[in-house]
Structure formats: structure tokens, C-alpha cells
């Protein structure tokens, strides 16, 4: 068991897709309160939110993930970051797709934004909590960063939502992709 109190903030559709072995990396650039991406935690809650979560920016196929805003927020994951990438190269982001379910349009805002950051490429290694966490929707949460802290104590399971087996053979392709001239 492992105990965390670091949340990265993070599209409720995206986290749903981790959960469901949809995805497993993120693209990140930092939210506009950031000054840019840092990692705060490479282990961390998953904290869902419906800002600038649009489906003109995910696949098709994905948008059955949609789900409406609750009153309360409920974190039912976390995550251990495996490796980082840096890139301005959309051909490598676009070669990525089948892990995750951003669609062109979002890889092109994401590499539009901030033109002079390159786009970390965050490989993560999802696991579920114990238990869902539900937390009222406070005004220190709100904003476009990155991370906050959550001042509670959660505990995750040993066990990934995927075999070590087959992530490690994700992370050898993702790895593939990026590492490619």
C-alpha cells in the first residue's frame, strides 16, 4: 500500500480512459496558472475535471467516456509516472494514438499553446484506490494549474490496473516512438 496526498488535475473523460486501459500516457504543457509543467509527485491521485474538457478534442470512439459533473468530486485512481518525454514533433505525438484517445485537433492545440514548450510526454502506470475518495468541490481547486494537494491521506492498491507484463511492452513501444530520428 502506498499513501497519497498529491492530485494531478486531469479531464474526467482522460481518467476514465486510464481506468479503462484506454490510455496511458498524457500530454502535458502546465494550465495557464502554471508557469510550466513541473512534476510535483511521480506517484499521485488522479483528480477529475470538466475544464476545457471538450469533445471536439478527443476521438470519436471515446466520446462515450463523457460524463456529467457531480456535485462532489470522486477520485477513484491514481497514478506512478514510468518516464518522461519531451517533443515539438506532432508526426511522434500522432504516432502515439493508439495510447491514447486525444484526437489531431488536441495534439495540435496542445503543440500551438506556449510554441516555445515542448509537450511532455508522461508515461503512467494506473492503479485504483481502495476506496473512492469523495470531496466537496472547494474554490482552492478550481483554476487552470496543475496540481493541488489535498491535505487527506488515500491508499492505493499494490496491483496495476495492467499486468507488468503488458505494460512493459507498451512502454518499449512507446519508447520506440519517441526515441526515433
Known amino acids: 500500500m502506498q499513501v497519497l ?9 482522460v481518467i476514465k480512459a486510464l481506468e479503462d486501459s484506454k490510455q496511458f500516457i498524457l500530454l ?10 513541473d512534476i510535483a509527485s511521480t506517484s ?7 475544464e476545457h474538457q471538450h469533445k ?3 476521438r470519436d470512439e471515446f466520446l462515450y467516456l463523457f460524463n456529467d459533473m457531480n456535485e462532489k468530486i470522486e477520485i477513484r485512481s491514481a497514478a506512478s ?3 518522461v518525454y519531451e517533443t515539438f514533433d506532432k508526426n511522434k505525438l500522432l504516432k502515439l494514438s493508439k495510447y491514447h484517445i486525444y ?3 488536441f495534439i495540435d492545440y496542445r503543440l500551438n499553446t506556449y510554441k516555445e514548450r515542448p509537450v511532455k510526454v508522461l508515461l503512467i502506470k494506473t492503479y485504483m484506490l481502495d476506496e473512492p475518495l469523495l470531496l466537496e468541490n472547494k474554490l482552492e481547486y478550481a483554476g487552470c494549474k496543475s496540481w493541488v494537494n489535498l491535505y487527506i491521506n488515500s491508499r492505493i492498491r499494490d496491483k496495476p490496473i495492467l499486468s507488468n507484463t503488458r505494460f512493459e511492452s507498451i512502454a518499449e ?5 519517441m526515441n526515433e530520428v
Do not use: C, M
Open 5 to 13: 496526498d498529491q492530485a494531478l488535475k486531469e479531464w474526467s473523460v
Open 28 to 37: 502535458r504543457k502546465g494550465g495557464i496558472l502554471d508557469q510550466r509543467f
Open 44 to 50: 499521485f491521485l488522479l483528480f477529475p475535471t470538466f
Open 56 to 58: 471536439q478534442y478527443v
Open 81 to 83: 509516472i514510468h518516464k
Open 103 to 105: 484526437n489531431e485537433n
Open 173 to 177: 513501444e512507446i519508447d520506440g516512438v
